[in-house]
């Protein structure tokens, strides 16, 4: 897979948590926009060269020793991704839902943070200019 599938793919999962956001479905909505964010690291790995691993945890363990210590990406970027993760959890694993505030945060969140990876790893012409 290359880094622009990847990036195409966190995209749509961005625009699915919008939509489902957009019929209040919160748990629906933060669980997309963790897989937007979670996809969008990936992304960013691959086209920084670093081996993805294959566990959750290692992409987001790599995504903060790679990208966000030394210095690539905002320290912001970091805590973003592993505060989507934790209402990923929320949505798909707790009894009570996901708030719609909280929700509206993470679908927010979630498109920022696509759009600060493509921006930074991958070619604009790849997507023809398509909307996160």
Do not use: W
């Not at 997309?32 to 992409?59: E, P, Q």
């Not at 020793?65 to 905002?74: E, T």
Request: aromatic share 8%.
């Amino acid at each position: 897979m290359k880094a622009q599938d990847l990036m195409a793919k966190a995209m749509r999962a961005a625009v699915s948590a919008r939509v489902l956001f957009d019929t209040g479905d919160g748990d629906g909505a933060s669980n997309r926009a963790y897989y937007a964010m979670f996809d969008a690291a990936r992304a960013a790995l691959l086209a920084s060269g670093v081996d993805l691993g294959k566990t959750h945890r290692g992409i987001l363990n790599a995504f903060s020793d790679r990208l966000v210590k030394n210095g690539s990406m905002p320290q912001e970027m970091g805590r973003l991704l592993k505060r989507a993760e934790t209402f990923r959890y929320v949505a798909d694993y707790e009894g009570n839902p996901v708030e719609l505030s909280d929700a509206k945060e993470m679908v927010e969140q979630a498109e920022t943070f696509v759009a600060s990876m493509r921006a930074k790893f991958t070619p604009k012409e790849s997507f023809d200019d398509k909307p996160c």
